[in-house]
């Protein structure tokens, strides 16, 4: 006899829930997933980011603390 993989432990277990419990576990596989995709395509972006900028290296600006400074000081006065 071989030893079960995850997915069917999972299956049988899911298939003695009670309703209530399994609505529970459907939440958080939901979440897991969507938690994934958003991760996913965050990391995408800053692949994206990072050969655009590599191709792109005039496109970088650099700021020095006074310079920034300088253009945030209107910020300090909104409430």
Known sequence: MSTPTVY?????????????LAEEVFD???F???RHAEEAF???Q????????AQHP????????E????LTAHLDDEP
Do not use: C
Not at 8 to 14: A, S, T, W
Not at 58 to 65: G, I, L, N, S
Not at 67 to 70: H, L, Q
């Open 8 to 20: 069917e432990m999972l299956q049988n277990e899911i298939g003695t829930l009670p309703e209530a």
């Open 28 to 30: 958080f596989v939901m």
């Open 32 to 34: 897991t997933k969507a």
């Open 42 to 44: 965050l990391w995408k």
């Open 46 to 53: 800053v692949k994206e980011s990072r050969a655009y900028r």
């Open 58 to 65: 005039e496109d970088a600006a650099t700021v020095t603390p």
């Open 67 to 70: 310079a920034w400074d300088t």
